[in-house]
């Protein structure tokens, strides 16, 4: 399969909680409570895992917690899925965030290059 992303993704060990999901118009999913397991981020998006059936095209707020000090809140959408054993990876495109996201991912991946 060719990789067609934007921007390069690290990887991450990150927990995210979605409770959530909403649409543009106005459709909203409640009390979702799905643990998420962060394996990469970029610039553009997100990676992740989890056991939960999420639905493709709807957004949820996310807390990205980088390191010890630096976190990112941001508006991700869900774009694809894909089957891994007994959970799902979904792919995701961050499309809400601070304009400071981009120092802080800097920084992010410079330490761990460290």
Same mark, same amino acid.
């Given at each position: 399969m060719i990789d067609m992303r934007r921007e390069r993704r690290w990887p991450a060990s990150l927990k995210l #909680? *979605?409770?959530? +999901? $909403? !649409?543009?118009?106005? #459709? !909203? *999913?409640?009390n979702v409570d799905a643990p998420i397991e962060v394996i990469d981020v970029s610039h553009a998006g997100v990676g992740f895992r989890t056991t939960s059936v999420l639905p493709i095209g &709807?957004? $949820?707020? /996310?807390?990205? =917690? +980088? %390191?010890?000090?630096d976190a990112l809140n941001c508006v991700v959408r869900i774009l694809r899925q894909q089957e891994d054993g007994d959970a799902f990876i979904y %792919?995701? #495109? *961050? =499309?809400? /965030?601070a304009s400071i996201m981009? &120092? =802080? +991912?800097?920084? &992010? =991946? /410079?330490?761990?290059n460290d």
């Amino acid at each position: 399969m060719i990789d067609m992303r934007r921007e390069r993704r690290w990887p991450a060990s990150l927990k995210l #909680e *979605i409770s959530s +999901l $909403f !649409k543009q118009d106005n #459709e !909203k *999913i409640e009390n979702v409570d799905a643990p998420i397991e962060v394996i990469d981020v970029s610039h553009a998006g997100v990676g992740f895992r989890t056991t939960s059936v999420l639905p493709i095209g &709807y957004y $949820f707020n /996310a807390r990205l =917690v +980088l %390191g010890e000090k630096d976190a990112l809140n941001c508006v991700v959408r869900i774009l694809r899925q894909q089957e891994d054993g007994d959970a799902f990876i979904y %792919g995701c #495109e *961050i =499309v809400g /965030a601070a304009s400071i996201m981009d &120092y =802080v +991912l800097n920084d &992010y =991946v /410079a330490n761990m290059n460290d």
